[in-house]
């Protein structure tokens, strides 16, 4: 691919500049990693390591909602909770607003949380089951030491209010709510002190489906009431549609494609994208039995303990050749905004024409019907 002035080169991508009216980087990850490491024997030593996330580069803009998908096991979680520096990273840089947080302490990082926040997936154990509400969503404050105007139980009542809740619920205890009334305190919490970026684990898939689209609806409606900037991780791609401006795919630690809501949808380009895609159930009674061309893929997700070389979702790649097995895939932008990271991308041109595909390749995938 040909470098043009418009564009910036990085280690290992040619990625389009930013417009100079484009919004502002909130949050730029650089080669961001983490291994956890497995220990054997009385002396404990290091036999290997589980490598959840290897090496990823995106960055957040203010304002908008950057949504992560991919299967279960892909890093999805592990690369949230390295973000907002709940995790030690072992390698890779993490800024916000210009500042590298990665390696900061408890005290450099205090200051920061106001900032940064976090949405767990599981409303159940997140909150403190001995605590009132007033008490779960009122710690922000007492932790940071911030003495809302007008005192703080008037301020918890009106960010209960704020998230759908009765304020009158102040004093009673997180079983006497349903799973979704639990997000919404969790919600609450996370909003206490007005953050710039919020990531959300999982925020609905713990929750009953009817109660899916109110919460999401709510998200929706705080972003533009506070002005916040989401990283919302999910593996359902239907609610990620709905509420992310770009989109990043991960699979095996790896981010494989990243692009904006429209063009990821209308012409995703790797193929683990494009199955991914092909397995968003439609709720059309009239195609019922017809030719759905939904792709299965054959085999489990490799173990993140010892990932294929070259090119990682090649053992269950229908487009896979030589080449995938021995040179990973650099993340190119391979149209304005639009990256991947694959040797035979679909809806753009072939990078390695030619190259012999691999003997079964073509075995790795089936299409059923619905």
Partial sequence: MTETPDMKKTDTAVIPRQATDSPEVLLKVSGLTKHFPITKGLLRRQAGAVKAVDGIDFDVRRGETLGIVGESGCGKSTMGRLITRLLEPTGGTVEFEGKDITHLGVAGMRPLRRDIQMIFQDPYGSLNPRHTVGTIVSAPFKLQNVMPEGGIKPEVQRLLSLVGLNPEHYNRYPHEFSGGQRQRIGIARALALNPKLVVADEPVSALDVSIQAQVVNLLDDLQQELGLTYV????????????????AVMYLGKIVELADNKALYGAPMHPYTTALMSAVPVPDPRRRGAA??????????????????????????WKATQVCTTQEPPLLALKTGHQVACHHP???????PGDQPLPGAADAVSTVSE
């Fill in 232 to 247: 919302i991780i999910a593996h359902d791609l239907s609610v990620i549609r709905h509420v992310s401006d770009r989109i």
């Fill in 292 to 317: 759905s061309g939904r792709i299965l893929l054959k085999g489990d997700v490799p173990s993140p303990i010892s990932p294929p070389s070259g090119c990682r979702f090649h053992t269950r790649c």
């Fill in 346 to 352: 679909e809806n753009a041109p072939d990078q390695v």
